[in-house]
């Protein structure tokens, strides 16, 4: 069974700094684009990062300059380095797997992770 385990989110202060972890566990073949989405109360989730198997990036015009989208692909782990916290990126963050293959011949499937809550508050 495949699942996606985010970890690194809590509290920080304005200016401050974190990095969230998502991990692909279980028995995976292949994962394509993978990328992190953030949601708030009342509010469709947004697009904050996403990253191809190739290292191609993209971002959240609100994020970009402040957060970096790193992958390891030996691990099937995504990371997010998020600096320069503003209170406005508090929010469930959740993490995307675009394309998972559990084998050569499955047929592709899109898995989320649970979602760890950001909070930035002094």
């Known amino acids: 069974q495949v699942q996606l385990v985010e970890s690194g989110g809590g509290l920080v202060q304005p200016g401050g700094s974190l990095r969230l972890s998502c991990a692909v566990s279980?028995?995976?073949?292949?994962?394509?684009?993978m990328g992190w989405y953030r949601q708030t109360a009342g509010k469709e989730r947004e697009l904050v990062a996403t990253?191809?198997?190739?290292?191609?990036?993209d971002y959240g015009d609100s994020v970009k300059g402040r957060f970096t989208i790193s992958r390891d692909n030996a691990k099937n782990t995504v990371y997010l380095q998020m600096s320069s916290l503003k209170p406005e990126d508090t929010a469930a963050y959740y993490c995307?797997?675009?394309?998972?293959?559990?084998?050569?011949?499955?047929?592709?499937?899109?898995?989320w992770g649970q979602g760890t809550q950001v909070t930035v508050s002094s």
């Open positions: 995307n797997a675009e394309s998972v293959k559990t084998s050569r011949f499955s047929r592709p499937r899109e898995y």
């Open positions: 279980g028995n995976i073949f292949s994962v394509s684009a």
């Open positions: 990253i191809t198997t190739n290292k191609i990036t």
